[in-house]
């Protein structure tokens, strides 16, 4: 069974960065973060496939966010630059384990629905 631990979230000013790490235990085809922010629903932020790297980004990321994975550490890392007040949101990562891939993962979200614990981000002055 897969576990996932987010960290890196925190308090930033409008303009500045933070990395995020998801740390899987368990196998993953992909892995992927997603956001919610209050009141809204959990959206797709970006995608990795493990073994190919293929990568898939939403548009209001694009440029700004960066996805990578260390396979030896089981951890995927978000890097956000140019961060947004409307980048402030609760962000989870998931995975998929049925060799979908990384666009189908960001398109609909894990087939098992099993998100890690997430990791705040806030983006203000």
């Known amino acids: 069974q897969v576990q996932l631990v987010e960290s890196g979230g925190g308090l930033v000013q409008p303009g500045g960065s933070l990395r995020l790490s998801c740390e899987v235990s368990g196998s993953a085809f992909a892995v992927g973060w997603f956001r919610q922010a209050p009141g809204k629903g959990r959206e797709a932020v970006s995608c990795?496939?493990?073994?190919?790297?293929?990568?898939y980004y939403d548009n209001a990321v694009k440029n700004r966010f960066t996805i990578s994975s260390d396979n030896t550490k089981n951890t995927v890392y978000l890097q956000m630059n140019s961060l947004k007040p409307e980048d402030t949101a609760v962000y989870y990562c998931a995975v998929d384990s049925t060799f979908a891939g990384a666009h189908e993962l960001c398109r609909v979200g894990p087939s098992d629905g099993k998100w890690g614990q997430g990791t705040q981000v806030t983006v203000s002055s």
């Open positions: 990795i496939t493990m073994g190919s790297g293929n990568r």
